[in-house]
């Protein structure tokens, strides 16, 4: 006869192992929960960057304006470095020469102007003079702005904007451009000697109905605070969950389960390894 004890035990302990996780599953949750955790420090470090990025360009942006880079420093303008600095720079426009591009700004559709500017040097910088409205688009239309003779403009610093906007490519043949890419737009008007970045015209650079200065928007999203703590959260779940399936029988109170003697389970009471269930006399 089988001892009902016994055999009790031996099937509480098959379902306690089947109720555990394989090992590869095991494995792959810590992976997950180290994963979540590299996030979360990662999106802390690029919080902490971010931070340091906009108050550098804050200080940038409403400093006094100095003359731009040298042409022997081009090469080795970055926008780390350089991008939003508020610069000056003085020549004569070539306003036979100018691009338009594609824009969307608070005054509306239409489109940004360059234009370049030619120094004492011979060296060309193109000017993004401002926005005008579509149906101002035709430069006959704003001749009265354009202005002549040696002028000087301050503005910002700005990166090119090569291959185009999103979604669309430049198509410097049809003269539709979505982006201001310098090198694109100074091989489409045939211009040498131009530096590798161009300057967005402050504010009260315009001149009779010419184009609107002062429009570039200065802004970095910063959500790597709320990542952090996303990633963070996933990952506590994570270990919570692991917490219950692997640790969470240490904490448990052990219990004695009491049937009343000579009930149709009772067994006499065992002592040693393979003790059974403990009977209360009653």
Do not use: C
Request: glycine letters at 10%; hydrophobic letters at 40%.
């Amino acid at each position: 006869m089988s001892d009902p004890v016994r055999s009790d035990g031996r099937e509480t302990r098959s379902l306690i192992r089947a109720a555990r996780p394989s090992l590869s599953l095991t494995v792959l949750s810590l992976i997950a929960f180290a994963t979540l955790i590299g996030l979360g420090l990662w999106q802390v470090e690029r919080r902490t960057w971010k931070l340091a990025l906009i108050d550098r360009v804050e200080q940038r942006v409403h400093a006094a304006a100095r003359p731009i880079p040298s042409p022997a420093s081009w090469p080795t303008v970055t926008a780390a470095n350089d991008e939003y600095r508020h610069v000056a720079v003085t020549g004569h426009f070539l306003h036979d020469r100018e691009t338009l591009v594609q824009a969307v700004t608070e005054e509306g559709p239409g489109y940004w102007v360059l234009t370049p500017l030619e120094r004492s040097d011979g060296t060309l910088v193109l000017i993004n003079r401002g926005f005008v409205p579509s149906e101002r688009r035709d430069a006959s239309m704003r001749r009265d702005g354009n202005q002549d003779g040696r002028v000087e403009i301050t503005g910002l610093l700005r990166m090119t904007e090569p291959k185009g906007g999103f979604l669309r490519n430049n198509d410097p043949v049809h003269g539709r451009w979505y982006s201001r890419d310098v090198a694109a737009i100074a091989a489409a008007r045939d211009l040498d000697g131009v530096a590798p970045f161009f300057i967005d015209a402050d504010a009260g650079s315009q001149a009779g109905n010419g184009p609107i200065g002062g429009l570039t928007v200065v802004r970095f999203p910063n959500n790597h605070l709320i990542y952090a703590l996303t990633w963070f959260a996933l990952a506590f779940m994570l270990a919570g969950r692991l917490f219950v399936t692997f640790g969470g029988g240490l904490f448990r109170r052990k219990r004695f389960v009491h049937e009343p003697a000579g009930g149709s389970d009772a067994v006499a009471r065992r002592t040693g390894s393979d003790a059974g269930t403990i009977v209360e006399p009653t």
